[in-house]
Structures are given as C-alpha cells and as structure tokens.
C-alpha cells in the first residue's frame, strides 16, 4: 500500500515568528529557536504590564478630570453618589495620608478629604507647598 502524506498536515510554524518548526527535539514545540520563545514571553508579560499601568493611569486621569472640573466650578467638594455617576473612583489616588481624624487624599496636584458621605476641600497644591506626609 502506498499512503500520500499531505505535507501540510504536520507542519508546525512558530508562535513568535511564524516560520516552520524543524522537528529535531520534542514532537510539540511551539517555537522555533530560544530566542522566538524569549521574544514571545516577554512580550505576552510586558503587554500584560501596560494594559493595567494604562488602566490604572486612565482611572486617575477621569478622577483628576472631576476634581479639576470641581475646582472650576468653585464647589468645595460634592457627595460620593453624585462623583459615582460622573465616573469618580475612591479607590485611585496618587497618595493617601491621615491627619487626625481626617483622610487626606491627591490626585497628582489636587488634594482632597474623602469622608464616607463626600469628597471636600477639593483645592490645588500649590507649588512651593510641601506635602505633610512627607
């Protein structure tokens, strides 16, 4: 008997560059050299990285646009409700300290005091003014 083997059947290619995988080693690798496999994992990692760096920075930048909006407006601070609905999250800050019974908060160059009911004493920080958690 005579069986045709259709090439394309086995052929492997590479994940990182696509070329086709010469089997001399184990029957199921997915890439063709060391390299292509470093290349590969680094990537996959590093893209991981900058997908929650850019959702982290993004959450703080629509904070910082609220705030910033607030001071504009010259509210001294507004419920959390009410920042709920315009896309404000408690959870992203810059930096957190506590004086006395008050817990302070910034966004880059805006401070604020987070209540469990309200966001007050939005303001800017000036520049010359040194941060007490320091």
């Known amino acids: 008997m005579d069986y045709k083997v259709d090439e394309n059947e086995d052929v492997s290619r590479c994940l990182q560059c696509g070329s ?15 390299g292509c496999k470093n290349r ?7 893209r991981r990285r ?5 959702s982290v920075f993004g959450r703080l930048e629509k904070n910082y646009e609220i705030l910033d909006n607030i001071i504009h407006l010259g509210l001294g601070g507004m419920d959390r ?4 609905y315009m896309g404000f999250d408690p959870a992203y800050a810059t930096s957190y300290y506590r004086l006395g019974r008050k817990h302070i908060y ?13 966001v007050r004493n939005v303001s800017l920080i000036e520049s010359g003014e040194e941060s007490i958690s320091e």
């Open 20 to 34: 086709v995988i010469d089997y001399g080693g184990r029957p199921d690798r997915k890439f063709c050299c060391a």
């Open 40 to 46: 590969y994992h680094n990537y996959r990692r590093f």
């Open 50 to 54: 900058d997908t929650a760096q850019r």
């Open 81 to 84: 409700v009410t920042l709920g």
């Open 106 to 118: 910034t966004c880059f160059d805006i401070r604020y005091e987070l209540t469990p009911s309200k």
